[in-house]
């Protein structure tokens, strides 16, 4: 896997911005992978409308333009790291 060009601080349920909780997406051309290090998070995704629940030690890929949100399942730490390129 490439190294990501950026990667965001590690986010706990308290410092978790809420931009990251509300409707957003990645850049175009931008893939980012969300990590769980401790606790759970929802991901949501609204096109097309699916969510899953990201488990510690876990991952979630977002694809370039892609809408999504993020909702805290208790205590939580997690980053998201920045791809110029999919993430495989």
């Given at each position: 896997m490439p190294a990501?060009?950026?990667?965001?601080?590690?986010f706990d349920e308290q410092t978790l911005p809420?931009?990251?909780?509300?409707?957003?997406?990645?850049?175009a051309g931008v893939?980012?992978?969300?990590?769980?290090?401790?606790g759970r998070?929802?991901?949501?995704?609204?096109?097309?409308?699916s969510e899953i629940v990201v488990e510690q030690?876990?991952?979630g890929l977002l694809r370039p333009q892609q809408d999504h949100f993020?909702?805290?399942l208790g205590p939580?730490?997690?980053r998201v790291d920045f791809y110029d390129a999919p993430p495989v």
């Open positions: 990501p060009y950026r990667s965001t601080p590690v809420a931009a990251l909780r509300s409707r957003h997406n990645m850049k893939w980012g992978i969300i990590r769980v290090f401790e998070l929802r991901l949501t995704y609204l096109d097309p409308p030690g876990g991952s993020v909702e805290p939580i730490r997690m």
